[in-house]
């Protein structure tokens, strides 16, 4: 082994850190005055064609394959940086991204007309209730397309949609209806699901024979329904619809799987309640409206962005969050139509259109992306 001293190592390395770091500094002072001129002249901040050429120079100038690699990466990194600073200089001077949304106070939720899907006492309605409460015109659609339209064609004031479940994960038809509907996300609100055995006033649990309801619920419920192997299962096509039926059958040997909710609206008692054996079973909801507004204490911003179709563009754009201090929250793709192998990607992160960060990061990805949507802030 040779007679290597760690201690005089660490001093070269301190040796050659000291130079990066000068060298990072004038780097940095020569990227404000590109920022400077492009502030002057109108260029966006980003420049695709020069980076690239920038990192072809770069891995050439090092030896062997590990290295070259190594110091693309490292220049990628750098590059970012540079930006991020140029951003920032031009959102002193004005030039930070409009997001075209208005701040408000809150949202007006008395004698506002709210869309769902589903028909009364389905869970779309639940989540309705719960944020809108008793005082708002609720109404239901038949399909989440429709809840959609009604508040794009100004029928209703907000619409209410699922847009992930705790067990099931995302609803993801309704990603793709943000992408081809222009309303934006003001609000979510979180509703537990849970499913209760539902039948006439005057029946007992002994009586049952037959139990309705939608497949997902009976699967949902599947543990406890089994442990009755007597009782037969049949589907139905939601479970608002199962809790009707035993209403209006008037038959004690009927029960069906639905909310609590349902089995008042429809005159059921809860003949066992809480029968999901998945007991933290959730569905986050979301509220849509055709006007590009956030609450003042919003702290969730949704986007939605198109990348090169390039190995390294996500882990770009991504970039954009990661030096502006963003926290992610949520990374969700969907295949683009028409395109396969292409993603479009759904971002949640902290914060709000107000901060300075959050703004930086937008702009950087509103640059460098194919196309960028800011879905909400809420
Ligand atoms: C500094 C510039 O701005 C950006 C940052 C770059 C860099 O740090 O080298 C290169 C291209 C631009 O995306 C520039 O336009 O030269």
């Known amino acids: 082994m040779k007679n290597l001293d760690l201690g005089e190592l660490r001093g070269q390395l301190d040796e050659i850190d000291g130079q990066l ?36 120079a770069v891995g050439a100038m090092a030896h062997g394959d590990f290295n070259s690699q190594a110091v693309q ?36 939720t008395s004698g506002a007309r709210v869309a769902y899907q589903g028909v009364e006492g389905s869970y ?51 990603y793709d209806l943000l992408v081809k509907h222009n309303n934006y996300i003001v609000a979510e609100t979180q509703l537990a699901v849970r499913h209760a055995l539902l039948g006439l ?15 997902q619920a009976l699967m949902q419920c ?32 009927q029960a069906a799987v639905a909310s609590e909710i349902a089995g008042r609206l429809y005159g059921l008692k809860v ?11 959730t569905t986050r909801f979301i509220v849509l409206s055709r006007e590009a507004v956030y609450r003042k204490d919003a702290s969730k911003v949704s986007i939605c962005f198109e990348g090169l179709h390039r190995s390294g563009s996500l882990y770009n754009m991504l970039g954009n969050f990661i030096f502006n201090n963003v926290n992610m929250l949520m990374i969700e793709s969907r295949p683009i139509e028409g395109r396969s192998w292409e993603y479009r990607f759904f971002v949640d992160v902290e914060g709000s259109l107000g901060d300075a960060a959050v703004q930086n990061a937008l702009k950087g990805i509103s640059e460098e992306a194919v196309s960028m949507r800011i879905l909400g802030n809420y």
């Open 222 to 253: 599947s543990q406890y329904l089994n442990s009755h192997p007597q009782w037969r299962q049949i589907s139905l096509e939601n479970t608002a619809a199962a809790a009707l039926k035993v209403t209006r059958d008037g038959d004690c040997r």
């Open 124 to 174: 779309g309605h639940g989540a309705a209730l719960q944020f809108f409460g008793r005082e708002a015109s609720l109404y239901h659609v038949t399909a989440m397309e429709d809840v959609m339209a009604e508040v794009e064609e100004g029928r209703a004031d907000y619409g209410v949609l699922p847009i992930e479940n705790s067990s099931a994960g995302a609803v993801s038809d309704n």
């Open 201 to 215: 006033p005057e029946a007992r649990l002994e009586d049952v024979e037959l139990v309705y309801s939608h497949p």
């Open 73 to 108: 990466e490292l220049f990628s990194q750098l590059m970012t940086v540079s930006r991020k600073r140029q951003y920032q200089l031009l959102a002193r001077h004005g030039k930070g991204i409009d997001t075209g949304f208005q701040v408000i106070e809150a949202i007006q």
């Open 271 to 281: 003949l066992a309640p809480g029968i999901n054996h998945n007991k933290n079973n």
């Open 21 to 56: 770091v000068r060298l990072f500094e004038q780097r940095m002072k020569i990227c404000a005055d590109v920022a400077e001129y492009k502030i002057e002249t109108g260029k966006a901040v980003y420049d695709g064609e020069r980076e690239r050429q920038k990192l072809e």
